[in-house]
């Protein structure tokens, strides 16, 4: 019998043992064949496919790969592959590694809990915008308490129908969760560019925050909540090596109480 881990790249039984296949299908086809799927070679290869880094070598590689997703190779979307991510119980941060070249039509929402974290990998740029079906005023990225995203070379476009910047029209909206952007872009046609309230920690270095339609950035009180927000004195924003131009109603503004 031929090892599996010594096939071509290209061969077809790869392709067969794709991840939809190698968590329980390939279980009932035989042993032998589910053995091979623990192979460190065989999830190599599949890494290599994916076009992801590979790991240190004490790292579990099948672990590593099913851990930390990538887009579209993996599943079709963000969302899906932070929810499939979730449903394997892994804990811990959810590494979402984003093909370039391509911009991912979907609104984003880190809930409660989660810590995500987004990669551009491969040649080419890498945008995240406003589908066409968004709702009227929905935030492009909604970041939860306890929650947090991380990411780094990707430009963020949001436009959605409406005008009411209280009512969540921003390109991120951070209600106690935390964001850290790195060399990135962000821009919103319709609203502001990041919103953080209700205790949220914004950390922006070697950023553009440009052409929104509202403020570029806005931390402090959410009218919303009892009168004017509470505890706006946590809301921290921490500004590195950012252009902050050309916004609507000015770049940097607070409701009172936060740090910057």
């Given amino acids: 019998m031929h090892n599996l881990s010594t096939f071509p790249l290209t061969s077809s039984i790869l392709k067969y043992l ?57 599943h079709k979307t963000i969302t899906k592959a932070i929810e499939r ?24 929402n880190v809930q409660e809990g989660e810590k995500v974290k987004l990669v551009a990998i491969g040649d080419g740029s890498v945008a995240i915008a406003s589908p066409k079906s968004s709702y009227l005023n929905k935030p492009l990225v909604s970041i939860s308490p306890g ?28 209600t106690g969760g935390s964001l ?12 502001r560019g990041i919103v953080g309230v209700e205790g949220a920690i914004v950390h922006l270095s070697n950023s553009v925050i440009c052409d929104c339609a509202g403020t570029g950035i806005y931390a402090g009180k959410d009218p919303k909540r009892n009168g004017g927000g509470r505890g706006d004195d946590r ?15 000015g770049g940097i503004q607070h409701g009172g109480g936060f740090k910057l």
Avoid: Q
């Fill in 18 to 74: 794709s991840l939809h296949f190698i968590e329980s299908t390939v279980a009932l086809v035989s042993t032998t064949l589910l053995e091979a799927t623990r192979s460190r070679a065989l999830w190599y290869s599949l890494l290599k496919i994916a076009s992801k880094p590979i790991p240190p070598s004490t790292m579990d590689l099948r672990v590593y790969y099913l851990s930390n997703p990538a887009v579209p190779h993996d």
């Fill in 85 to 108: 991510t979730k449903e394997r119980g892994e804990g811990g941060m959810t590494t979402v590694f984003l093909e370039g070249g391509r911009i991912y039509y979907e609104d984003l």
């Fill in 147 to 174: 929650s947090s995203l991380t990411c780094s070379n990707v430009s963020f476009v949001h436009s959605t129908p409406g005008r009411d910047i209280w009512s969540g029209n921003s390109c991120f909206s951070v």
């Fill in 180 to 191: 850290h952007l790195t060399s990135s872009t962000i821009t919103s046609e319709s609203g």
């Fill in 235 to 249: 809301t921290k924003v921490k500004v590195e090596g950012c252009a902050v131009l050309r916004n609507g109603k």
